[in-house]
């Protein structure tokens, strides 16, 4: 289990609130149960997506590129969980070490234009944080993962 939290670069010193805001559902979207082909023009009920057309495919657990939303449904396909990241937002110390103790049923990668430095991602729930805070995705991870109602 991850302890420690990382913090966002460009995060100032606020006392303010928690680093994540509460997890949400979302709607399931009405073509959730397609696969389309890699490069195939479709359309999201949200950004990042929690359900919609997708790509069949095993996602390794660090991914270093920018995933389609498809590809990003993908992931989440298979009950895992996906940890999405704005780089110019996160510092690269903070990947690394998720990187070397990412836990179980999560997948990391990065995206430069999430609404939020950091955003968890499962079946239908979306979690936004300030930080990329490892309790948080812990807890996320434990409640979310497998949590596929479609199945």
């Known amino acids: 289990m991850l302890s420690a939290v990382l913090l966002v670069g460009a995060c100032g010193d606020s006392d303010e609130g928690a680093a994540c805001e509460g997890a949400r559902s979302e709607p399931l979207a ?4 397609i696969h389309v082909l890699p490069g195939a023009e479709t359309d999201y009920l949200s950004d990042p997506p929690t359900s919609g057309p ?12 920018v995933l389609s939303p498809a590809e990003q449904v993908g992931v989440l396909e298979s009950g895992d969980v996906l940890v999405q ?12 070490e998720l990187e070397s ?4 049923r999560a997948h990391l990668a990065p995206n430069p234009a999430l609404p939020a430095p950091v955003v968890f991602t499962a079946h239908l729930i979306k979690q936004t944080c300030s930080t990329l805070d490892t309790e948080a995705l ?3 991870i434990a409640d979310e993962a497998g949590s596929r109602t479609d199945q």
């Open 101 to 104: 103790q990412l836990p179980d």
């Open 30 to 33: 009405p073509d959730g149960l």
């Open 85 to 96: 990241y704005r780089p110019n937002d996160v510092e690269a110390e903070a990947v690394a």
């Open 54 to 65: 997708h790509i069949a495919w095993n996602a390794p657990a660090v991914i270093d590129r």
């Open 138 to 140: 812990d807890r996320f």
